[in-house]
């Protein structure tokens, strides 16, 4: 999708809504630097205002003193089963997620890149190094930031792009045939201001970890290993924080993710996440559809709005999280109970069921408005990419009240095969289908 220089102006922020010294160790550095992510580069005064909230202490928000660095093989997540980890399991406290490009048009060479990165995923998921040739001469396989450093809960998940099949009507590996008829670029929806230098790719790699650089090793050492035959399109790194149990807060302060629940038992999974044996095409079997949203959230506007208004926008209480006329998060309340045109009205009554996997993002400050360059990076995993989360998106596109304080800037929609078993690699089920 393509986007008109009047559109990447309201991406960049310049059209919007109108509206004691302490030191700071090379550790918490590490993890503000991972929490800016990567949209904007920071100069001294916005690397003092996030130094600043260090400071303050917010909390889990930041999760400043969250991660143990001594090693601890016991937080470890199996990469190898029958589905990929990461989807399902529940959700760490930052990720870095990168989209891939490949560079040739070689089936060979991208079930090679598979195999590669499936082995080097199975290592860094267990707290491991990449293996290393033992000659000193020899650029080191592994990056080594995160030596000494636990798995971090770790996990890898890849999925698969509609261009990795087609492109610019090509076949480009020889798959054509084996692109699943829900993998299709999201419809253009009103208020889309998508910058397709943020949007698509190849391949996407999802690293979610209890720590950040553990996430980041994860993305560097992919990319190292690929170089040559993979390259980086964008990346975007993101965190959240909530007390164990809890459902995390957005950056409008509300919560973020309670519908979740619902999914919690294996009979809603295989019923809304994973794609059936019935379901085409065969590979796929074990799978899931990612869709990825970035999704700024214009913070000054909002902080101005009185908390009725912000309630009445999003269709809950903001200290509890639950429905109006009740009590609690997870009490539950018709649908007549939410205000009309809220976010949670129109999110509930498409109907439709999917499982959330979102961060919080910052990017640091515009330059040119002096305005936050934040929001939610929104993932979702469903069964069913038309029928699961076009018809919800379109609802919301065209009446959320949230609209007027947000903006699409992003997207991306992958399909990730099932997990790979020990000695196979992710991908061996699309790859080696009909003995390619």
């Known amino acids: 999708m393509n986007s008109t220089p009047e559109e990447e102006k309201n991406a960049a922020g310049e059209n919007r809504p109108e509206a004691g010294s302490e030191s700071i160790s090379r550790r918490e550095m590490l993890k503000l630097t991972a929490i800016a992510g990567t949209g904007v580069v920071l100069g001294m005064s916005g690397m003092a205002t996030l130094m600043s909230l260090k400071r303050a202490d917010p909390g889990p928000g930041f999760g400043m003193s969250a991660t143990k660095p001594q090693a601890d093989a016991g937080d470890a997540i199996p990469f190898y089963g029958p589905q990929q980890a990461g989807i399902v399991t529940p959700q760490q406290q930052y990720v870095c997620f990168a989209a891939f490009d490949i560079l040739h048009q070689d089936a060979g060479q991208l079930m090679k890149l598979l195999q590669e990165w499936s082995a080097a995923g199975a290592l860094m998921t267990a707290g491991k190094p990449l293996k290393e040739s033992g000659n000193v001469t020899s650029t080191p396989a592994d990056t080594g930031e995160t030596k000494g450093l636990s798995p971090s809960k770790l996990t890898l998940t890849f999925g698969f792009g509609p261009t990795l099949f087609q492109s610019n009507g090509k076949d480009r590996f020889g798959l054509a045939s084996e692109q699943p008829a829900e993998l299709s670029e999201i ?137 109006f006329g009740k009590k609690n998060e997870f009490d539950p309340a018709p649908l007549s109970q939410f205000p009309a045109s809220s976010h ?77 078993g020990e000695g196979g690699f992710v991908g061996e089920t699309l790859l080696r289908s009909g003995n390619r």
């Open 187 to 323: 419809p253009t929806m009103p208020g889309d201001r998508l910058n397709p230098q943020w949007s698509g790719g190849d391949i996407g790699v999802q690293a979610c970890a209890d720590d950040p650089g553990v996430a980041f090793h994860a993305i560097r050492n992919l990319a190292k290993t690929s170089k040559g035959t993979a390259a980086i399109r964008w990346v975007q790194n993101g965190y959240i924080g909530a007390p164990d149990g809890q459902t995390p807060r957005n950056l409008f302060g509300f919560k973020d993710g309670t519908a979740n629940r619902e999914l919690d038992s294996d009979a809603a999974r295989s019923q809304h996440v994973w794609v059936a044996p019935s379901d085409a095409p065969a590979w796929m079997a074990n799978g899931t559809y990612l869709v990825a949203r970035k999704i700024r959230m214009f913070l000054e506007p909002w902080d101005q709005a009185t908390l009725a208004e912000q309630e009445i926008t999003f269709g809950r209480l903001k200290e509890s999280g639950a429905p």
């Open 344 to 420: 949670v009205w129109l999110a509930r009554s498409a109907g439709t069921k999917m499982l959330r996997r979102a961060y919080s993002y910052v990017d640091g400050i515009n330059a040119g408005t002096g305005e936050w360059e934040a929001g939610l990076f929104f993932m979702s995993f469903q069964r069913s990419v038309k029928q699961q989360f076009i018809p919800m998106l379109s609802l919301l596109a065209k009446l959320d009240a949230l609209n007027k304080f947000t903006a699409h800037v992003s997207s991306a929609v992958f399909a990730c095969p099932p997990g790979a």
